[in-house]
């Protein structure tokens, strides 16, 4: 074979398409085992989650003015967070929040709609959180405080559910944009 006589096209042709293939293997290979930044980013809210069956617990979190080093027994804590039924066809009820760090209190209508949502607390910046949700409850929970609370740790809290079961959550506290006028 002669190296300085001139290719066919076939061979050039064959030649770059091997190059081409050699190339696509070795780039697929690149994103192997990679974990997308997406897959694992959690939102951007004040508190955590859990899930209970059908339910899943959202932006749980305390709502305390805290003026010093902690927020002092006998004084009230607001708990927000949102509650999913998945279900597409059973409701389900909120029946009792309880926790080591004071008495909570329900109120307002904590049944859970079908494919619905349970709105408890006012979140900071959503001044009507369920004005144009069709499926949607509201209510309130309020903690009277037995014990001392402060920012930066998490405190348990047991949600129990009708038909779903019950699940503990570590609740962080969030202080909000500005202090509720119902805290005492």
């Given at each position: ?49 859990a899930n209970v069956g ?131």
């Amino acid at each position: 074979m002669d190296r300085f006589a001139p290719r066919t096209s076939a061979g050039l042709a064959a030649g770059l398409a091997g190059c081409g293939l050699a190339v696509a293997v070795a780039l697929s290979g690149c994103g192997a085992g990679q974990v997308s930044q997406m897959a694992t980013q959690e939102p951007a809210v004040n508190g955590t989650s859990a899930n209970v069956g059908p339910i899943s617990l959202r932006n749980v979190h305390l709502r305390a003015a805290q003026t010093s080093d902690y927020v002092r027994p006998g004084r009230d804590a607001e708990l927000l967070f949102v509650a999913v039924n998945g279900s597409p066809d059973v409701n389900d009820k909120l029946v009792a929040i309880t926790s080591d760090i004071g008495t909570v209190s329900l109120s307002g209508d904590s049944t859970i709609p079908a494919n619905g949502v349970l709105v408890v607390g006012k979140p900071d910046g959503q001044p009507e959180p369920l004005a144009n949700a069709g499926r949607a409850q509201s209510a309130e929970a309020r903690i009277a405080l037995t014990k001392p609370i402060t920012n930066g740790l998490t405190y348990k809290f047991t949600f129990d559910f009708e038909k779903a079961g019950e699940t503990t959550v570590a609740v962080p506290i969030s202080a909000g944009e500005a202090p509720s006028g119902k805290l005492s």
